[in-house]
Each structure stands twice: as structure tokens, then as C-alpha cells.
């Protein structure tokens, strides 16, 4: 097992402590949340790449609602074969199945190209403050954000911060350009 399977699994674990004291991780969403949505990047964006949350990982759904509210088109990940990821346009009232993953992805069939999205909300299992990412090990992101030329930022639980010399990124590794993080001086991209 390489150290960045290793860590995948050790942070996932400690995702899942965290989310167990639920008024703590809501506070700290809340934080996190509000960095996003007052963000300069944030505001710009017309059409937003985001995702579903898993019951560890950062609650989207009041990212989404917002989203909504302001009039953004919200996209969400769909996968295929081949590890192949396309972006289709959500709605409040759109349904979703459960992947094999245990991730929700829409029914919807609209797909949205790169060119039109402006914004891509990327979920990880941990990150550096530079932008370093692991995700969850199917490389479906670091497919789709190699040929992406719009912004990315990700949010990060006090849990999925690690220092830069943790692990080696791989060559066909994307990292993000911004991570909001607890305690950090909100910053303008």
C-alpha cells in the first residue's frame, strides 16, 4: 500500500469521527460555507461545478440552496465508463441514484461542457493549503480538471488539512487553486 493509500484511508477514518459530533462540523461548515459564498470567485461565477456531500464530507446542500437562490446554474459530476466524469445540470426538484461509490448522482442528461462552467467545487478526502489533493481514488476529477480551464477551490475540515511533505503528488494530479480552510483570512482570487 503506497503512503497516499495510506492516508486516503486514515483520513477517511477521521472524517467519519468528526462528523459524529454534528454541532461542531455544522459550526465549522458554517465558517467554511460562508468564506465560499462571500468569495470574489464565488460571486463571478454564473455556472458552478459542485457535488452531493457523503455524510463525512461537508454538507453542499446549503451551497446548493444558495446557489439556487441567487440564480446560478449548479451542475453535478456524473460518471461512465472508463472513469469518464460530464457535468449535467441540476435543479431543486431533480432526482438522484446512488452510485456504487455511495455517492448520489443526478438522473438529469443535460450536460454542461468545460467551456461553460466557471466555477468547480472539488470534494477530496484531504488537501494541503498549496492546492495538493486525494480524492477518493478513482481519478475522476484529475481527468476532468486536466483539460479544465475555469477556477477551483475545494473547502477543508480542520481534519483533511496535512503538510505539504505528507505524500507526492502524482503526475496526472490536479491541484486545486484554492482551499478554504478554518481560521484563514478569507483571500481574494
Known sequence: MTTKEKLRQKKIQELNEFARDVENKKQVETHLIQQLITSDIWCKAKTIGIYRSMRHELNTEVILNKGWEEGKILVL????????????????????????????????????????????????VCFTSSGKRIGYGGGFYDRYLEQYHGHTVSMALPVQLVGEEEWMSDEHDQPIQKVFVMNQRREQL
Open 77 to 124: 459530476p456524473k460518471t461512465g465508463k472508463n472513469h469518464e466524469m460530464r457535468f449535467v445540470k441540476v435543479l431543486p426538484t431533480t432526482t438522484y441514484k446512488r452510485t456504487a461509490f455511495g455517492v448520489e448522482e443526478p438522473l438529469s442528461e443535460e450536460v454542461l461542457e468545460k467551456e461553460e462552467i466557471d466555477l468547480i467545487i472539488v470534494p477530496g
